[in-house]
């Protein structure tokens, strides 16, 4: 199982960037697939995830509305489209196949102006 997390970076307050997550070595399609998030100091937590079809999404209350989480079955991939992005925003991101125990090695994103 592989997950490799890319797309995070520098960007300003209300500013948009759009991640994306590449799996491999597992049937992609049998698996919801989540992001999480991890700021310093802090735990990791569950920012959005997404059924195995794509039909049902869920979100934390702090990215409602600001973030959309989609998947590509035939491509393996899934993504986290952040707009509106805020300081608090700050994190590392990590994909995580489903609630099992793989996850990517994350990418950075900073919010700030």
């Known amino acids: 199982v592989q997950l490799v997390e890319s797309g995070g970076g520098l960007v300003q307050p209300g500013g948009s960037l759009r991640l994306s997550c590449a799996a491999s070595g597992f049937t992609f399609s049998s698996y919801a697939m989540s992001w999480y998030r991890q700021a310093p100091g802090k735990g990791r937590e569950s920012v959005a995830s997404?059924?195995?079809?794509?039909?049902?999404?869920y979100y934390a209350d702090s990215v409602k509305g600001r973030f959309t989480i989609s998947r590509d079955n035939a491509k393996n991939m899934v993504y986290l489209q952040m707009n509106s992005l805020k300081p608090e925003d700050t994190a590392m991101y990590y994909c995580?196949?489903?609630?099992?125990?793989?996850w990517g090695q994350g990418t950075q994103v900073t919010v700030s102006s």
């Open positions: 997404i059924t195995r079809t794509g039909g049902n999404t």
């Open positions: 995580r196949r489903g609630l099992d125990d793989y």
